[in-house]
Structure formats: structure tokens, C-alpha cells
T-cell receptor, first 112, second 114 residues
Framework: AQSVTQPDIHITVSEGASLELRCNYSYGATPYLFWYVQSPGQGLQLLLKYFSGDTLVQGIKGFEAEFKRSQSSFNLRKPSVHWSDAAEYFCAVARNDYKLSFGAGTTVTVRA | DADVTQTPRNRITKTGKRIMLECSQT?????MYWYRQDPGLGLRLIYY???????NKGEISDGYSVSRQAQAKFSLSLESAIPNQTALYFCATSDLLGASETQYFGPGTRLLVL
């Protein structure tokens, strides 16, 4: 079995400040990891994904994530947050039967 | 035009009514999925289909049924809606790329069961 944990339900960050969202997974095999973003009233958009190779993955909108096998983590980062980054962020892991398991999500509020 | 569309976008219904949520995609993908999203629970898989002749139950299929009318269409039905089916429902598609596949999501249908 596998699961995905996002420890932070809600994070508030000032515009221009850095952001880090935590994701921990439990999975017996090599994980395939994803970060999705859901803006208010919108569907989920893929930010980035990790399959293999370089453990630092670059995504869209200036986001990056680092896979750390020893910590079973795949944390998402952005150096400088914009007001448009206010959204809900989901971490997910793909199982070897190709289905995704999602974390509960982290809501990000950006204050001026 | 959006690659994955869902209709309706919003729906209010009463307990006991049968309703259908529809999903269409123009991406040419074989795989389609239905999820529900509840606050604090993330997305949970209801049903999925790897091709037109293949339908599989997900984590929470009780109270739901699906129909894969064509490669591009995948409908979710609530046979007799109940209030705890109030949720945001997402359709998704993916191509057969192995475990590295990416799922593409529709905009969601917000359902309220009174």
C-alpha cells in the first residue's frame, strides 16, 4: 500500500517570500511523483513530475521540487511567491497499476 | 477549446434523484478516470477505464456507476443521490505511457445533493 501525506493543511505567505510545501510518501517501489495545483474554481493543473534521474525537478510557473529517497519526501518550492500562486496544491504518487493516490492538499494564501 | 470538458459545471439535485455527469475529451487518450474531491480528503478515485471495453472500480465506487460510450466519453451516474455525495467531481484522462503517465483534469462539476 502507499499513501501520500501533506502535513500542512494551510500556509500563509507574503508576496515575494519563498514557499515550501511538504510531501511525504510511503511506497515500496520506485515512486513516480507529481505536484498539481488547483486554482479557485479550476481543475487540476500539473506543475511538475518526477520519474527518474535528476532529483531536482523544474516545473511551470517557477516551481521546483526535490526528491529525497532517504526522507521519502518530494517537497515543492518557489523562491518568490506571486499573488496568483494562491491556490490548493496536491502531491500525488503513481502506483505500479498506474493509478494516482493524492494527498489531502495544502491551501496557500498569499498576503500583500 | 479545453481538452477535457465536463457538463454540467454545477448541479443541485434532491435526495433520491438519478443524475449523470458527463466528461468528454479531445486528447485522444485511452484512459479516463472519475474522482471526487472533498475538503481535507484530497481526490479519491471512483471509477476508471483503460479503454472502451474496460471499466474498473476505484476506492469509493459504491452508489456510483459509469458508462464509457466511446473513447472520448465517460459518464458518471448517481443512481439515487444522497447528501453525502455532495462534492466536487473531476474527470481525468491519460495516455498509455506506463507508470510515468500524466493525468489531465477537467474543470470539475460541483454537485449539491439536498
Amino acid at each position: 500500500a502507499q499513501s501520500v501525506t501533506q502535513p500542512d493543511i494551510h500556509i500563509t505567505v507574503s508576496e515575494g517570500a519563498s514557499l515550501e510545501l511538504r510531501c511525504n510518501y510511503s511506497y515500496g517501489a520506485t515512486p513516480y511523483l507529481f505536484w498539481y495545483v488547483q486554482s479557485p474554481g479550476q481543475g487540476l493543473q500539473l506543475l511538475l513530475k518526477y520519474f527518474s534521474g535528476d532529483t531536482l525537478v523544474q516545473g511551470i510557473k517557477g516551481f521546483e521540487a526535490e526528491f529525497k529517497r532517504s526522507q521519502s519526501s518530494f517537497n515543492l518550492r518557489k523562491p518568490s511567491v506571486h499573488w496568483s500562486d494562491a491556490a490548493e496544491y496536491f502531491c500525488a504518487v503513481a502506483r505500479n497499476d498506474y493509478k494516482l493516490s493524492f494527498g489531502a492538499g495544502t491551501t496557500v494564501t498569499v498576503r500583500a | 477549446d479545453a481538452d477535457v470538458t465536463q457538463t454540467p459545471r454545477n448541479r443541485i439535485t434532491k435526495t433520491g434523484k438519478r443524475i449523470m455527469l458527463e466528461c468528454s475529451q479531445t486528447k485522444g487518450h485511452d484512459r479516463m478516470y472519475w474522482y471526487r474531491q472533498d475538503p481535507g480528503l484530497g481526490l479519491r478515485l471512483i471509477y476508471y477505464s483503460f479503454d472502451v471495453k474496460d471499466i474498473n472500480k476505484g476506492e469509493i465506487s459504491d452508489g456510483y456507476s459509469v458508462s464509457r460510450q466511446a473513447q472520448a466519453k465517460f459518464s458518471l451516474s448517481l443512481e439515487s443521490a444522497i447528501p453525502n455525495q455532495t462534492a466536487l467531481y473531476f474527470c481525468a484522462t491519460s495516455d498509455l505511457l506506463g507508470a510515468s503517465e500524466t493525468q489531465y483534469f477537467g474543470p470539475g462539476t460541483r454537485l449539491l445533493v439536498l
